[in-house]
């Protein structure tokens, strides 16, 4: 097979090794994301990352603004702290 | 034959003519609808049928925001409610709704002006099957610190389960991207085709662009090409192709969950 002289074992070790210098080196420039949490009454109607509850087919689709059963993904650790005009954003889902 | 046989066979007759009833705008009401008083059954039936077909083509509005951008609000509740009426739901989930959709595009004459419709709605589709794909813990760098040299070459990688490649000889992410609000609208000057990758490595479902060797790499991978036979064609894709690049945006990336070294072909 003609490819297998064109790309020799050597050649990918070659490249793995580059690659783990590249991927450790975007760790280190702070390229990890950071985590997200599921917030729930804090989003805006059609604004919401996913939806739970009749009438609703998920995402982008909620009728009303800061549902309680509708969430939102946030930054992880912010969510208790988004003030809307029906009180902070929950971890859990808020009867209305 | 048994009375509990004749009653399902009853039944399922009796749900057939209700359902399409359901979706055929100008047929009758199903036999068997009647009022005690007021309105009459056919107008009741109507709000009934109406709801049906609200739901349906707000869920495909959901489903794919782009395309309703793309061709306006007129033509494509026009197109969503013909879909419709033709392909009725066979999940009660919403968010699956749609998955022959970008193919009625395809051949919907009314959209020819539009070629590139139908990808755009195949792109659409894959990042609600991303988004509701399993979860997986992506491969590290560090799981592949291990592998000896020999090996490399029979590696086989096992790619994200959100992860799908739709190849368009249009530029599919551009355009999708400038009606999803991520780009700027602006006139498009190269109309070469694009390759889409999706994909979900943790909570959000990213939409990327990679170059023509990239996507052939990442295509001869999820295909379960061995490592060194998805080099080989990427480079044949593509001179300017680079491995190391390459493997380390499939890591940093989140682009494969498992890795093994396996002689046979698979099956």
Same mark, same amino acid.
């Given at each position: 097979?003609?490819?297998?002289?064109?790309?020799?074992?050597?050649?990918? *070790? #070659? *490249?793995?090794?580059?690659?783990?210098?590249? =991927?450790?080196?975007? *760790?280190?420039?702070?390229?990890?994301? *950071?985590?997200?949490?599921?917030?729930? #009454? =804090?989003?805006? %109607?059609?604004?919401?990352?996913?939806?739970?509850?009749?009438?609703?087919?998920?995402?982008?689709?909620?009728?009303?603004?800061?549902?309680?059963?509708?969430? %939102?993904?946030?930054?992880? #650790?912010?969510?208790? /702290?988004?003030? /809307?005009?029906? #009180?902070?954003?929950?971890? %859990?889902? =808020?009867?209305? | 034959?048994?009375?509990?046989?004749?009653?399902?066979?009853?039944?399922?007759?009796?749900?057939?003519?209700?359902?399409?009833?359901?979706?055929?705008?100008?047929?009758?009401?199903?036999?068997?609808?009647?009022?005690?008083?007021?309105?009459?059954?056919?107008?009741?039936?109507?709000?009934?049928?109406?709801?049906?077909?609200?739901?349906?083509?707000?869920?495909?509005?959901?489903?794919?925001?782009?395309?309703?951008?793309?061709?306006?609000?007129?033509?494509?509740?026009? $197109?969503?409610?013909?879909?419709?009426?033709?392909?009725?739901?066979?999940?009660?989930?919403?968010?699956?709704?749609?998955?022959?959709?970008?193919?009625?595009?395809?051949? &919907?004459?009314?959209?020819?002006?539009?070629?590139?419709? !139908?990808?755009?709605?195949?792109?659409?589709?894959?990042?609600?099957?991303?988004?509701?794909?399993?979860?997986? !813990?992506?491969?590290?760098?560090?799981?592949?610190?291990?592998?000896?040299?020999?090996?490399?070459?029979?590696?086989?990688?096992?790619?994200?389960?959100?992860?799908?490649?739709?190849?368009?000889?249009?530029?599919?992410?551009?355009?999708? !991207?400038?009606? $999803?609000?991520?780009?700027?609208?602006?006139?498009?000057?190269?109309?070469?085709?694009?390759?889409?990758?999706?994909?979900?490595?943790?909570?959000?479902?990213?939409?990327?662009?990679?170059?023509?060797?990239?996507?052939?790499?990442?295509?001869?991978?999820?295909?379960?090409?061995?490592?060194?036979?998805?080099? $080989?064609?990427?480079?044949?894709?593509?001179?300017?192709?680079?491995?190391?690049?390459? &493997?380390?945006?499939?890591?940093?990336?989140?682009?494969?969950?498992?890795?093994?070294? !396996?002689?046979?072909?698979?099956?």
């Amino acid at each position: 097979m003609t490819t297998k002289t064109e790309i020799t074992a050597a050649t990918l *070790a #070659g *490249a793995l090794a580059t690659a783990l210098t590249l =991927v450790s080196a975007s *760790a280190e420039m702070g390229g990890e994301k *950071a985590d997200k949490e599921k917030c729930y #009454g =804090v989003s805006l %109607k059609g604004q919401n990352d996913c939806a739970a509850g009749a009438g609703t087919s998920c995402a982008g689709s909620s009728k009303v603004d800061y549902d309680g059963s509708i969430w %939102k993904y946030v930054p992880k #650790g912010t969510c208790t /702290t988004i003030k /809307t005009p029906n #009180g902070v954003g929950s971890l %859990k889902a =808020v009867k209305s | 034959m048994t009375p509990h046989v004749f009653q399902n066979h009853w039944q399922s007759h009796w749900q057939n003519h209700w359902a399409q009833a359901l979706l055929d705008p100008a047929g009758a009401p199903p036999p068997g609808v009647a009022r005690q008083a007021g309105t009459a059954p056919d107008r009741r039936f109507a709000v009934y049928r109406n709801n049906v077909m609200v739901s349906l083509t707000g869920a495909l509005a959901a489903r794919f925001p782009a395309v309703k951008r793309i061709v306006g609000d007129e033509f494509f509740d026009s $197109a969503a409610r013909a879909f419709a009426s033709k392909n009725p739901p066979r999940s009660p989930l919403m968010m699956t709704y749609g998955e022959e959709f970008p193919d009625f595009i395809a051949r &919907l004459d009314a959209a020819s002006a539009v070629p590139y419709l !139908a990808d755009v709605a195949r792109l659409e589709a894959a990042r609600t099957r991303a988004y509701h794909a399993d979860d997986a !813990a992506p491969l590290t760098a560090a799981d592949l610190a291990g592998v000896s040299q020999e090996t490399l070459f029979d590696l086989r990688f096992v790619l994200h389960p959100s992860l799908e490649l739709v190849a368009s000889r249009f530029p599919v992410v551009t355009i999708w !991207a400038m009606n $999803a609000g991520d780009l700027e609208l602006a006139e498009i000057t190269d109309w070469s085709g694009e390759t889409a990758l999706i994909v979900r490595p943790a909570l959000d479902v990213e939409v990327r662009r990679p170059p023509p060797g990239a996507a052939a790499f990442l295509a001869s991978l999820a295909a379960g090409d061995r490592l060194g036979d998805a080099a $080989a064609a990427a480079l044949a894709q593509s001179a300017d192709f680079d491995l190391a690049v390459n &493997l380390a945006a499939l890591f940093s990336g989140g682009l494969a969950i498992d890795a093994a070294a !396996a002689k046979d072909d698979p099956q």
